[in-house]
Nanobody
Framework: QAQLVESGGGSVQAGESLTLSCAAS????????LGWFRQVPGKPREGVAA???????SYTDSVKGRFTISRDTAKDILYLQMNYLKPEDTAMYYC??????????????????????WGQGTQVTVSS
């Protein structure tokens, strides 16, 4: 059964980097779009970055130029490279698999109702 398991979160100082990984068993070789979302308590879940099976990507404005999403079909892993982290990046980060939406729809939250699977989340904390 396909599943998603995130790892790589942690506590860092502003300006530092982290790489999140999502073991996306059964998804990276499929036609699904894969994405990263984040959520802080009391706020709605936000689309951060997404990638489709052709490698097309989309990012929310606040992370453009700092974050890079990629998928390794050989290892079945989705990555989120996060550079120049800011305190406002602090959140629980989730990966997701979407059989319907493309990267733009995923990041804009236009296909959330179609998302087939969510990971359990990994916490990222950035201190100033």
């Amino acid at each position: 059964q396909a599943q998603l398991v995130e790892s790589g979160g942690g506590s860092v100082q502003a300006g530092e980097s982290l790489t999140l990984s999502c073991a996306a068993s059964g998804y990276t070789r499929s036609a699904y779009s894969l994405g990263w979302f984040r959520q802080v308590p009391g706020k709605p879940r936000e689309g951060v970055a997404a990638i489709d099976s052709t490698g097309s990507t989309s990012y929310t404005d606040s992370v453009k130029g700092r974050f890079t999403i990629s998928r390794d079909t050989a290892k079945d892993i989705l990555y989120l490279q996060m550079n120049y982290l800011k305190p406002e990046d602090t959140a629980m980060y989730y990966c997701a698999a979407d059989p319907w939406g493309g990267p733009i729809e995923m990041v804009r939250g236009l296909s959330t109702e179609y998302i087939e699977a969510w990971g359990q989340g990994t916490q990222v904390t950035v201190s100033s």
